[in-house]
């Protein structure tokens, strides 16, 4: 930030709260006034822009789609890693060998805000070293934000980002760079090709044409919403999974008290369990 970038007030902060909130659910509390106005700053330097309400004005005009998405890019965080909360990969290694032997038919796995790629590419590791590369599994990975779809279909990462992968994998999935990519890692084609990557606001996750995963990975992701907003995902979530499919969570989200059709099996694992939809909710 620049000392003579201008400030947020009260009242433009309030817009851009409303805005994000019902573009994408995001709810921010007034602590986030001034990573809002950072993160809008160098926007409005490269328009030119003097002041918050300026910038404003461009978010509502009715042709400001492309700003409106630029927006929400700025807005919301992406924060994520390869290997992120590991005990989910231990378990989505067991899941998908019993799903498997259980029945014919391709595993699907949802990565549903799958930001820069590293979860989606981390379930795909996992899904070809457990039932082949060419195995009958597919990974599914959607989020709101363009900018980071682009960086994950890319799949081009520093070094220091794949750390927490197991040597073993990183040799086989991962390509290292040379000349101008020194230091950095592509992800192999043959994984990437694996991943389809697509833009979904969660919102609307019941329009998604993808239906009936296995395991859907919803992580980091539910602590922006409010309670009414997590709640409505969630039922919508539900609506794109198979009967008896699973929901993992971030460790340090809940699902408490929301009345879903899902049943806690471990903290941060959850059931889908298509039975109490009929009856009216989770008891
Ligand atoms: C902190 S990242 C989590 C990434 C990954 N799931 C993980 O746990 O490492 C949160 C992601 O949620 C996305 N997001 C926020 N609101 C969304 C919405 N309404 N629909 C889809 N994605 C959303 C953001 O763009 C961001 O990429």
Not at 6 to 12: G, K, Q, R, S
Request: glycine residues 6%; proline residues 4%; contains cysteine.
């Amino acid at each position: 930030m620049h000392t003579s970038d201008p400030v947020l007030n009260d009242a433009e902060f309030a817009r851009f709260k409303q805005f994000i909130l019902s573009e994408a659910g995001i709810d921010l509390p007034a602590s986030k006034r001034s990573l809002v106005q950072s993160r809008l700053s160098k926007r409005l330097r490269h328009l030119g822009l003097d002041s918050y309400s300026a910038y404003w004005k461009l978010l509502s005009d009715p042709r400001g789609q492309a700003e409106r998405q630029r927006a929400v890019n700025l807005l919301s965080t992406n924060e994520t890693y390869f290997f992120r909360e590991p005990q989910h990969f231990h378990w989505l290694e067991q899941q998908a060998q019993a799903l498997r032997d259980q029945r014919a038919g391709a595993v699907k796995v949802w990565s549903a805000a799958s930001s820069t790629g590293e979860e989606p590419y981390t379930i795909a590791m996992v899904m070809a070293e457990t039932l082949g590369l060419a195995g009958n599994w597919k990974v599914c990975a959607t989020d709101i934000n363009t900018k980071v779809l682009a960086a994950a279909k890319r799949g081009v990462y520093p070094l220091d980002r794949v750390r927490r992968t197991p040597p073993r994998l990183w040799q086989k999935y991962f390509l290292r760079g040379h000349d101008e990519y020194e230091g950095m890692v592509r992800v192999s084609p043959e994984l990437a090709r694996r991943v389809e990557f697509s833009k979904l606001n969660l919102l609307h996750c019941d329009k998604f044409q993808q239906t009936d995963f296995d395991i859907v990975f919803l992580r980091n992701v539910l602590i922006y919403f409010n309670e009414g907003t997590k709640r409505d995902v969630l039922a919508r979530v539900c609506t794109r999974m198979r009967d008896g499919g699973h929901l993992l969570i971030g460790h340090s989200e809940s699902l408490h008290k929301l009345d879903l059709p899902l049943v806690q099996e471990v903290p941060s694992r959850y059931r889908f369990e298509a039975a109490r939809l009929k009856s009216g909710g989770a008891k």
